[in-house]
């Protein structure tokens, strides 16, 4: 197979397990199978998968960078992506639907609870993100780009926090996630190698400079 | 083909006490809808529903009740059998909603025993059935807030906390009572966690605890309580937070000195003693003044968020208990 069809299955697979949970919601709303409190249930979920894509989307670089698995880099983007769509539906779900727009308590959500405000600081971060993940912006930012796009460790470490604060005792799952999160910083802080290392990295990721299709 | 010695009938399969008491009460409902064809109104502020009856021996077969048109004193829907039965905390059991429904399976709640302790005059290690016998059972249609802001409705079946207390006749400093859950990791396996520290405890001061307002409940919707709502026998004191509930009681316990109640013990700075619904004092992590009703208004798309009421709407019964306690430092 060649390298573009095995990009593309990988897009494909990342696209298929991408729409799975909204998929999943969509059903068991059809279905029924919310239980008492569904608005709730609906939120949750959504701010779980987008956290776990966020997270999936920071370890593909590390990933890379243990396995030489480089075919992974573009799969990159449509994660991140999918990170930010459900982050931005789970906003919506949370203004609209839960609230119904009732602007008072939602500003006063933003501004009294830190869970809400620190949520909402990491949504309106991974904004910008969005809108510049095109390859024309990757151009005209050029290195500015990578700057820029290194928030997305701020909008994480957000999204986690708000994800502790909002528990009630059970921290098992925040901890998990928060623990992924400091695995994943420190290899990124590992990086600095030897030079010789360093060097033959540089050399062994020469022939795959290819662009991929995105 | 198995033919079964009584000897071998395990006295889980013997129909349960509270069954058959739950049974009598039928007599009793069918002839208050009768009579009034309401609910409603009646003793404590309207809070109570149906007619009370002493726990006498009958065993008479009565039709299941119809609790469509039963509502509460504010003229509020229940919410069905099963919001009630899926969606809860009883961290016993995992500290999701739906784990209690799946997990409680494992919990044995007859035979079951309550040790009544402390300072009291009349201490002793109870059968459940002989522990419930002074009770005056009846149904109790009250709502049900929890500290997370959701609420429900739930039609409770149970008899008022003073009419054990009474018999165990605390002595004249005994100032609180103290309660339990069971603590068995095999029959709970949420007990495996640390997630808070087990057994279960809770507490009321006497005068909350005698209110007639505080019942122990051993059945909901007219049938004996699912092991995940808290079976054989647990807490309602309605103008308090959820958490206050004590699930599965073991022990009861007349103390001189303030309860440590579990939740207060796991965060102190959001979980007081006290745990009165108050609209105007938050938790320190979200609001109390609102809650989102489940049950019948309440769907995927819509599902409105009503004020939260003082004590929970039954602050005309209550608010004299608190007479000159600051509630923002006791709560």
Redesign the interface.
């Known amino acids: 197979m060649s390298k573009k069809r095995r990009v593309l299955l990988l897009k494909g697979l990342v696209w298929l397990l991408g729409l799975t949970p909204g998929v999943w919601l969509v059903w068991r709303?059809f279905t029924d199978g919310?239980?008492?409190?569904?608005?709730?249930e609906?939120l949750h979920r959504l701010g779980d998968t987008s956290l776990i894509a966020l997270l999936v989307a920071l370890s593909i670089t590390p990933i890379r960078r243990l396995t030489g698995w480089h075919i992974l880099a573009p799969l990159r983007r449509p994660i991140g992506l999918f990170a930010f769509f459900y982050l931005t539906v789970h906003f919506l779900w949370y203004a609209v639907?839960?609230?119904?727009l009732a602007f008072e308590?939602i500003v006063?959500?933003v501004i009294?609870?830190?869970?809400i405000m620190v949520g909402f600081a990491a949504w309106l971060l991974l904004i910008p993100l969005a809108i510049t993940s095109t390859k024309g912006w990757i151009r005209r930012l050029k290195k500015n780009w990578q700057r820029l796009h290194r928030l997305v460790y701020v909008s994480t470490g957000l999204g986690l926090l708000h994800f502790y604060?909002?528990v009630?005792?059970?921290t098992?799952w925040p901890i998990a996630a928060i623990t992924v999160m400091v695995v994943l910083l420190l290899l990124r802080i590992r990086r600095k190698k030897p030079r010789r290392e360093r060097e033959r990295a540089v050399a062994a990721q020469r022939p795959r400079q290819e662009p991929l299709a995105d | 083909m198995l033919i079964r010695k009584p000897s071998d009938i395990p006295s889980s399969e013997i129909t349960p006490e509270s069954v058959y008491i739950n049974r009598r009460k039928f007599i009793g409902k069918s002839a208050g809808i009768a009579a009034g064809g309401s609910l409603i109104g009646g003793s404590i502020g309207g809070a109570l529903a149906g007619t009370p009856g002493r726990a006498a021996a009958q065993t008479a077969q009565v039709p299941q009740r119809d609790w469509s048109s039963v509502r509460t004193e504010l003229g509020e829907e229940l919410n069905s059998f099963e919001d009630v039965t899926t969606y809860n905390n009883f961290y016993e059991f995992g500290t999701q909603k739906d784990d209690p429904a799946r997990n409680a399976h494992r919990l044995r709640p007859r035979p079951w025993t309550i040790e009544v302790g402390g300072m009291c005059a009349n201490p002793g290690v109870y059968g459940l059935e002989d522990f419930i016998r002074p009770g005056t059972m009846e149904d109790r249609i009250y709502r049900l807030r929890c500290v997370e802001a959701w609420s429900m409705v739930i039609p409770w079946y149970g008899f008022p906390l003073k009419d054990v207390i009474d018999r165990a006749d605390p002595l004249g400093s005994a100032r609180y009572v103290e309660f339990k859950t069971l603590l068995d990791p095999e029959q709970m396996p949420g007990q495996r966690s640390n997630v808070l520290n087990w057994p279960y405890v809770e507490g009321l001061r006497l005068d909350e605890a005698r209110h007639p307002l505080t019942i122990l409940a051993t059945g909901v919707y007219g049938q004996d309580l699912p092991n995940q709502n808290g079976a054989p026998i647990r807490l309602i004191v309605p103008w308090k937070y959820g958490f206050k509930g004590i699930k599965s009681i073991v022990s009861m316990t007349f103390t001189e000195q303030e309860p440590f109640n579990s939740w207060k013990r796991a965060a102190s700075n959001e979980y007081g003693f006290y745990a009165n619904v108050n609209p105007e004092v938050n938790h320190p992590r979200w609001s109390q003044a609102r809650e989102r009703r489940l049950g019948p208004n309440c769907g995927v798309f819509r599902c409105e968020q009503i004020p939260t009421m003082l004590f929970n709407g039954y602050v005309d019964q209550v608010a004299g208990l608190y007479a000159g306690l600051d509630l923002r430092v006791y709560y």
């Open positions: 709303g919310l239980g008492a409190n569904a608005i709730e609906v639907v839960d609230e119904g308590y006063e959500d009294e609870r830190p869970y604060w909002q009630k005792a059970d098992y």
